[in-house]
Nanobody
Framework: QVQLVESGGGSVQAGGSLRLSCAAS????????MAWFRQAPGKEREGVAG???????FYDDSVEGRFTISRDNVNNTVYLQMNSLKPDDTAMYYC?????????????WGQGTQVTVSS
């Protein structure tokens, strides 16, 4: 059974940093493109950062230059380093597999991890 577990969220002030992790069990990341999504209250879930199997990355314009996605295929974990956080980044963050180069999902969702940024 595939299980994705996101962690690393928390409450920070604007300008702060957080590093999110997404660990998988019953599933191997190395053959899939992965992405981080977020969903704020009252809004639709949106893609923020993706990474190809070869390591190439892509970002939503709202986080370009502030967020960095990376992967550790040995430990089956995907990370999201978030710097210069803004109140607008407040949301529940999720990771999942995607069709490469797109935000179209093709995997299961984890329970998410909450990020709250105060001004």
């Amino acid at each position: 059974q595939v299980q994705l577990v996101e962690s690393g969220g928390g409450s920070v002030q604007a300008g702060g940093s957080l590093r999110l992790s997404c660990a998988a069990s019953g599933y191997t990341y190395s053959s899939d493109c992965m992405a981080w999504f977020r969903q704020a209250p009252g809004k639709e879930r949106e893609g923020v950062a993706g990474i190809m199997t070869g390591g190439r990355t892509f970002y939503d314009d709202s986080v370009e230059g502030r967020f960095t996605i990376s992967r550790d295929n040995v430990n089956n974990t995907v990370y999201l380093q978030m710097n210069s956080l803004k109140p607008d980044d407040t949301a529940m963050y999720y990771c999942t597999a995607v069709f490469c180069g797109s935000w179209s999902t093709r995997g299961d969702w984890g329970q998410g991890t909450q990020v709250t940024v105060s001004s």
